[in-house]
Structure formats: structure tokens, C-alpha cells
């Protein structure tokens, strides 16, 4: 129940707050709605009597569980949205700096004699150092021209490569 990276509407695209809101209408509710329609007290909906219908009638019992582990998913992923670590952020600072640790290994087994620092402060639309282009352009060719490296996130790359 995933999809990748770069596609619009992809839950990279998307906002935590904007995914529990999407799941919440488009499947947490209708599944509530068809588990409540599909319960015992709902039974006699169901009812055939007097006719035969052709149709052989569904397993609703598998049908509750299913969308009872469905509703379950759904809670669980809600939990891991809620952790403080992503609010307002589709892609958690964890995920952006081991992503940029790996780009930073593939930059020096290919580039063994470039620099492998970003030069200090840089807010210039194209970076000053090659290395710094070298992993906004990784970056933005897998998840789009808006994704940016914070700062921070260079900074805890370039302590990860120093300890090793």
C-alpha cells in the first residue's frame, strides 16, 4: 500500500496532516460505514426473503474482518504520521539525511578527488561547490525541483562521513 516516489499525490508529495485527512475520508470512513452496514443489527437489510437471489451471497464475516484490519492499518499509519519528527514535513529529517549520506558515498567513490565539503554558507541558486550541485541535483532529479537539503541536514552528513 505504497507507491513511489515522485508521482503526484504520492505520500512524498504530501503533507502528513494532508495524507490523514486524505485516508480519513477516502478509506478509514467508508470502511467504519460498510463494517456498520455489514454487522448483525444490520442483518435484515440483507434479507432475500421471499425471492432466491442468484447470486451466492458474500462471506461478510471476511468481509468485517478485512476492512476491520483495514481501519486498523490505517490507525497504525496515523501513528506514525503523528510523530513529531515529520510534522510538517512529507519526508522526515532521518529519511533526508541518510539519503544524502548515501548520495555523499556515491559522490566520493566517483569523484574520489573533488572536495567533499559544501564551501559554508551557500544560498546562491547554484551551489559554489561541486559536491553541494552534485547532491541537489541527485536529490531533485528523484523528488522534484522543490526538494531542498536543509542546512542541518548537511551539517549532520558531513558529522556522520567525519566519525567514519
Not at 541527485?138 to 566519525?163: Q, T
Request: overall charge neutral; glycine content about 4%.
Amino acid at each position: 500500500m505504497s507507491s513511489p516516489l515522485g508521482i503526484h499525490g504520492a505520500p512524498g508529495s504530501q503533507t502528513p496532516d494532508a495524507r490523514k485527512r486524505k485516508i480519513t475520508s477516502s478509506i478509514l470512513h467508508p470502511a467504519e460505514k460498510l463494517i456498520e452496514a455489514l454487522s448483525e443489527e444490520n442483518l435484515t437489510l440483507l434479507s432475500e426473503w421471499p425471492d432466491k437471489l442468484p447470486s451466492p451471497p458474500p462471506n461478510r464475516h471476511a468481509l468485517i474482518e478485512e476492512l476491520t484490519k483495514l481501519s486498523n492499518r490505517t490507525r497504525d499509519l496515523f501513528e506514525v504520521l503523528d510523530d513529531p519528527k515529520r510534522k510538517g514535513s512529507a519526508i522526515s529529517q532521518e529519511f533526508k539525511i541518510d539519503f544524502a549520506n548515501a548520495i555523499a558515498d556515491v559522490f566520493e567513490r566517483y569523484f574520489p578527488n573533488a572536495q567533499h565539503s559544501r564551501s559554508g554558507y551557500d544560498r546562491t541558486p547554484i551551489p559554489s561547490s561541486v559536491y553541494q550541485a552534485f547532491l541537489r541535483t541527485c536529490a531533485k532529479e528523484i523528488f522534484g525541483e522543490s526538494f531542498k537539503f536543509s542546512g542541518n541536514v548537511l551539517d549532520e552528513v558531513a558529522k556522520l562521513r567525519s566519525s567514519q
